[in-house]
């Protein structure tokens, strides 16, 4: 390929005029060059505008990656403050449980412990109505209504043998009178039982 220098310091044949086979091989030369150098040109213009072309495109790209960016990071501290705040809420929410709990539990402490002790107050309560009844039973067994008179259960004779019964003295009768009227024949009547023949 020739270069400008080689164009400008182009001799040729000096005589009445130039050689007119060199001058057309020159242009020849020349034109052929010039036609190399469009087309390399064109395709050196096309190359640029594919490589301005792939440039805009990776710039849109860029700028769709970095609003994307933008987003994903104001979408990501949105989620975060949400998620923040979601768990503050559960966390007041959980202590609000807590502490209710605690005051339904106390307060069933409370109540159990009132009930036990008026369970306790009940069954001391009981024990001293119980022993009382039972003091007053063992009284009550202990007392004259309760003592058999063992001679209400002795073998009477018939009126025919019966001996007469014995006046007597005054200080006897003194002593029967004191002796309420239903305990003089003991606390239970006593009934004559004939012997049957065998």
Known sequence: MLTPSEIREKTYKSGLGYDKKEVEQFI??????YEKLLNENEGLNKKVKDLSDSIGYYKSIEKTL???LVIAEKTAQDIKD???KEAEAIELEA?????????????????LEHKTLNLLKQYDLFKVHFKNLLNAQMELLSSRSFQINTL??????????????????NSDKE???DVPKDEKTGAFEFIAIEDEEI
């Not at 202590?95 to 109540?111: P, Y």
């Open 82 to 84: 949400s998620a923040h």
């Open 66 to 68: 970095q609003k994307a």
């Open 28 to 33: 020849q030369e020349v034109s052929e060059d």
């Open 95 to 111: 202590k609000a449980n807590a502490k209710m709990i605690k005051s339904n539990a106390l307060k069933q402490s409370e109540m």
């Open 175 to 177: 002593v029967k009178e």
């Open 152 to 169: 209400d259960f002795s073998y009477n004779e018939s009126n025919e043998t019966q001996p007469e019964p014995i006046a007597l003295d």
